[in-house]
């Protein structure tokens, strides 16, 4: 008990000292403001936005990263739709591990000091969780990007066939694009319009990363450079009826072990079943015998 009171008093007391120091407005204010907006934030964004934003901000300015890992982090980010720099992304990675080792070991000094090992390894799983967001952002943005493509390239590949103009065909299959290709499909058709189109089609490529998206881009590249690129436009359309059906088989094979487990449950009822009939039977012989 007496442990549970030092963690509550010493929460209230960091909560207190943190509100000075960053110009939190009272309680008061803060469940007026909210009852008036009603908004929908959720609790972790608001601790995010009131707390631990400005300590990225503080933090930022003093993390020193290579130039290029800046700029391929930045598109990573911006693919991800994390709104935080590269040099911010660091900082959040670095102050949630510290906040995690210098909370926790405080509460832990005062009540159990042996576990201390515990916090400096927590406060390291806290970091990698945080600095790990961007790639298990992107991979499930690669999953999107892989379903999508069959369809993504037969519209451009087909439209060809009775339209040339590239942007236009873009323009026409953003309107339909998914939420996996959607945001650069967006990029490509502002760059095609503000630069060169080969240099476009090239960060496009860069962007996405995928090999299938690569023999378009530069297919399209050649198209626009006046080149014939039927055949290879074909060959890709056939790698994509292939793709379809090997997704299409993936999704079928992951459906089995969905109906299993939806059957354990049937399977547990019906044994129930069966036991409470067998025993109403037993229970009544047994009683017509004595």
Known sequence: MIYFLIFIFLCSGMYIAFAQILQLPPYATTKGVRTATKTNAKFTDVLTTKLIYPVIKILAPFIHIESFKVKR??????????????????????????????????????????????VVILSLIVYFHFHGEVKDKLKVKDKQIESELPKFIRAIVQGLKTEKDV?????????????????????????????????????????????????????????????????????????????????????????????KIMVIPIVVVGICTLFYVIGVHLINSLSGIM
Not at 187 to 211: P, Q, T, Y
Not at 228 to 237: C, I, V
């Open 73 to 118: 982090l930045k598109i990573q980010l911006d693919r991800a739709e994390i709104s935080l720099t590269p040099k911010e992304y660091y900082a959040r990675s670095i102050g949630m591990s510290a906040i995690t080792l210098i909370v926790g070991g405080m509460l832990l000094t005062v009540a159990m000091r042996k576990l201390l090992p515990v």
């Open 167 to 259: 942007i236009k065909l873009l323009e026409t299959y953003e309107t339909i694009a998914g939420i996996g290709l959607k945001y650069d499909i967006e990029i490509l058709i502002m760059d095609l319009k503000s630069g060169n189109f080969e240099d476009g089609m090239l960060e496009f490529d860069k962007r996405v990363g995928n090999a299938y998206v690569s023999r378009l881009a530069k297919a399209l590249a050649s198209v626009n450079r006046g080149d014939d690129q039927s055949s290879t436009l074909n060959h890709l359309l056939s790698d994509m009826a292939l793709l379809a059906k090997e997704t299409m088989q993936r999704e079928l094979n992951k459906r089995p072990g969905k109906v």
